[in-house]
Structures are given as C-alpha cells and as structure tokens.
C-alpha cells in the first residue's frame, strides 16, 4: 500500500495539471484554522519558489491574529471578507485550482458559487469525510492522516523540484506545514502516525524553527485569553448525567472579555480531561447562529453528532458546524435546553 493512498497515478495526474498550468488558485475552507493556513501556504510557497507559478491563497475569511503569522510574506493572499471582488476576479483568470483542507467546496462559503461556476481544472487534497469527488478531477483523500498538511508534505515529496528530500523545501513551506500539523494534532497529542514523526524529523533536520514555531502558537496570546478561558471553565461549563460538558460562550461574554477571532481555540479540548465526560461541546455565539466546536472521546462519534444536530461534520473526535436561530432553536436563549437534549438523546 502506497502512503496515504498517494499513488503513482494520481502523482502524474497532478503533476500533469500544475506542468500545464501559468496561475493556480490555492483555496482552504471558512475560518482558516492552522492547518488550512499551513497547507496552503505550503501549496503556494512550493509552486512559486519551485514551479515559478503565479499561485495565490484565496481564502474566505481572514485568518484570526493568533495564527496569521502562518501565512509568510512571500505568498500573496486574497480574503473574501476584506476583499471580494478580487477574490473573485482572481479565481475567474486561475486555470487550476487547488482546495485544501476541506471536503468540497461548500466549507468556503462566500466563494462556493465562483468555484463551482469556474470552468478550470480542480484538485482536492483533504483528510475529512466524504470528499466531493465529482467537482475534482484529481483527489488525494483519506481521513487516516494527521492533517492536509502532513498530506501535502507526502505530495510534495514526490513532485519535482523535492525529489523526496525535504531540504528541497522552500524554507516557508517546510515552516507552514510543520506549523498546520502541529496544530491539528494539538502538538502531537491526537491523529499522530508514525510518518507523522517522520515528517517532523525530516523538517526538522531541513531547518524548520519548531521552537519559533511553537511559541509563536502557544506562548504568544493576549491576557484576554487567558482570563475568558478560566472563566468560561468555571463559571459557564455545565456536566450533563450522561456525559455531555458543554460551554455556552454568549456574545454578551465574549464582549465582556474582549475576545477576538481565535482566542478560544483549545477551550473545547479541556472538558475531556474530566473522567466522566464523554464529549465536549462549545458553542460561540455568532450572527443569527452559534458556531459549534465538538470534541469526543474514542466510542463517541463527534462527527455523528455533528452531522445531527449541528448541521455540520469532520472528523469522529474532532468535529463542528452550526446551531441557528430561529431554526434550529427559536432564540439563543433555548440553547442549553437543546444540548440537554442531544445529550439525553445521543449519549443515552
Ligand atoms: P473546530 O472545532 O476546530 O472549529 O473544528 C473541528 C473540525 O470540525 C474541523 O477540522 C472540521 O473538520 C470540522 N468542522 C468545523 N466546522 C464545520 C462546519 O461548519 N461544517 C463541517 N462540515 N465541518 C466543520
Ligand atoms: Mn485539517
């Protein structure tokens, strides 16, 4: 069996699009976590250092200031949310596009309706369920994979330029991805293989700054942070009979606090380490909807319950979507007597 199902045929194929392609469109899905930041920096970075393409991030929304520094200087970025018309101008000259770290084209919401009406050829390299292989002409796709980042590094490593030595790396690409797999495994606690220790081995010996790297990630937050996180432990976070902690972040809350895009990122994770707790939801208060962050410990399937009751999905621990009101729930205050009832339901 080839590595991550990363076979010879699916390398000529793709190898074939980028030989054949001037401007290459490099896309992640809606509110870019680390590893959507890594993977397609470390896209852009390789077809440009190593390809001498005009690649370009396009994402559709700007990355949050605590993992923007993710994205190097030397690779151009458009954002829908401050940029949209030359979001879309660019992806209307790409004659390839490439999606990352997301499984269709629906997790980039504002840009879904310009994708699907685009014309070019289209690759998709994703470790999340149910790939939407129809709108691809080359997909690399499987769910037993620390990251799209780890993912693309194996890519990589076949394509010209890197002829499977990772020193063969543009110095910003080999940070990114080291960086996109380290957030996805929350530094090397969750979905590790032993190819992801290889890569990290490998970068490392290439030079990466995995010290730099982890205090820009860890140690580098507002006061802020801190605070709303201790907070929200100890004052919001409720344990259901079966199992379920969950933490209502309210935007009443999140202002009080101050708290900006990204700055609760981990929080979801913390509830698990209680024994009893099977599953661990947090849910952010946002625009006629709560945005939905799941966690689960192995046998309960954060995926299913996503896909449920939160018009979502991901991965089986780690998943999320999107509460909405009114639909879902009449108003944000119902939303406790719901995660009541999907606890009694689905933990029972
Ligand atoms: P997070 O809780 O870190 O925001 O998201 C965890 C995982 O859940 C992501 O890696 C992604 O796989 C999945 N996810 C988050 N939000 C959504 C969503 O709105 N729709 C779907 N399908 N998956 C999501
Ligand atoms: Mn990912």
Same mark, same amino acid.
């Given at each position: 069996?080839?590595?991550y199902g990363i076979?010879?045929?699916l390398?000529?194929?793709?190898?074939?699009?980028?030989?054949?392609?001037?401007?290459?469109?490099?896309?992640?899905?809606?509110?870019?976590?680390? +590893?959507?930041?890594?993977?397609?920096?470390? @896209?852009?970075?390789? /077809?440009?250092?190593?390809? &001498?393409? $005009?690649?370009? #991030?396009?994402?559709?929304?700007?990355?949050?200031?605590?993992?923007?520094?993710?994205?190097?200087?030397?690779?151009?970025?458009?954002?829908?949310?401050?940029?949209?018309?030359?979001?879309?101008?660019?992806?209307?000259?790409?004659?390839?596009?490439?999606?990352?770290?997301?499984?269709?084209?629906?997790?980039?919401?504002?840009?879904?309706?310009?994708?699907?009406?685009?014309?070019?050829?289209?690759v998709l390299i994703d470790?999340?369920?149910?790939?939407?292989?129809?709108?691809?002409?080359v997909v690399f796709s499987t769910? +037993?994979?620390?990251?799209?980042?780890?993912l @693309?590094?194996?890519i /990589?490593?076949?394509?010209? &330029?890197? $002829?499977?030595? #990772?020193?063969?790396?543009?110095?910003?690409?080999?940070?990114?991805?080291?960086?996109?797999?380290?957030?996805?495994?929350?530094?090397?606690?969750?979905?590790?293989?032993?190819?992801?220790?290889?890569?990290?081995?490998?970068?490392?010996?290439?030079?990466?700054?995995?010290?730099?790297?982890?205090?820009?990630?860890?140690?580098?937050?507002?006061?802020?942070?801190?605070?709303?996180?201790?907070?929200?432990?100890?004052?919001?976070?409720?344990?259901?009979?079966?199992?379920?902690?969950?933490?209502?972040?309210?935007?009443?809350?999140?202002?009080?606090?101050?708290?900006?895009?990204?700055?609760?990122?981990?929080?979801?994770?913390?509830?698990?380490?209680?024994?009893?707790?099977?599953?661990?939801?947090?849910?952010?208060?946002?625009?006629?909807?709560?945005?939905?962050?799941?966690?689960?410990?192995?046998?309960?399937?954060?995926?299913?319950?996503?896909?449920?009751?939160?018009?979502?999905?991901?991965?089986?621990?780690?998943?999320?979507?999107?509460?909405?009101?009114?639909?879902?729930?009449?108003?944000?205050?119902?939303?406790?007597?719901?995660?009541?009832?999907?606890?009694?339901?689905?933990?029972?």
């Open positions: 069996m080839e590595l076979t010879q045929e390398v000529q194929s793709l190898e074939a699009l980028f030989e054949r392609a001037a401007s290459v469109t490099v896309a992640a899905h809606s509110h870019p976590d680390g +590893d959507a930041l890594g993977s397609v920096s470390g @896209l852009v970075s390789y /077809l440009r250092e190593r390809r &001498g393409k $005009d690649a370009v #991030a396009v994402l559709p929304d700007s990355p949050a200031s605590t993992v923007s520094f993710i994205v190097p200087n030397s690779v151009p970025l458009l954002c829908f949310d401050t940029d949209p018309e030359a979001c879309l101008e660019r992806i209307a000259e790409s004659d390839l596009v490439v999606l990352l770290d997301a499984n269709g084209f629906s997790r980039t919401e504002g840009l879904q309706e310009a994708f699907e009406a685009s014309p070019v050829p289209k470790h999340h369920v149910g790939p939407d292989r129809n709108r691809f002409q769910e +037993d994979v620390s990251s799209a980042s780890e @693309l590094y194996y /990589l490593l076949r394509l010209k &330029g890197i $002829d499977g030595d #990772a020193h063969n790396l543009p110095i910003d690409a080999a940070n990114a991805l080291l960086t996109g797999m380290t957030t996805d495994t929350n530094n090397f606690a969750n979905s590790v293989y032993p190819a992801t220790f290889e890569m990290a081995s490998q970068l490392l010996d290439a030079g990466v700054e995995r010290d730099e790297i982890l205090s820009r990630l860890y140690n580098n937050y507002r006061e802020n942070r801190v605070r709303v996180m201790g907070y929200l432990q100890s004052e919001a976070m409720r344990i259901t009979p079966e199992g379920l902690a969950y933490i209502i972040a309210t935007r009443d809350i999140l202002d009080r606090f101050g708290v900006n895009e990204g700055e609760t990122e981990g929080l979801v994770n913390i509830p698990l380490s209680i024994d009893r707790v099977r599953m661990s939801i947090l849910l952010k208060q946002d625009k006629g909807h709560f945005r939905v962050s799941i966690r689960s410990k192995k046998k309960t399937s954060a995926r299913e319950a996503a896909e449920k009751y939160f018009n979502g999905g991901g991965h089986e621990n780690a998943s999320g979507g999107k509460l909405w009101y009114p639909g879902d729930i009449d108003t944000p205050e119902d939303a406790a007597a719901y995660l009541e009832k999907v606890s009694r339901e689905f933990l029972k």
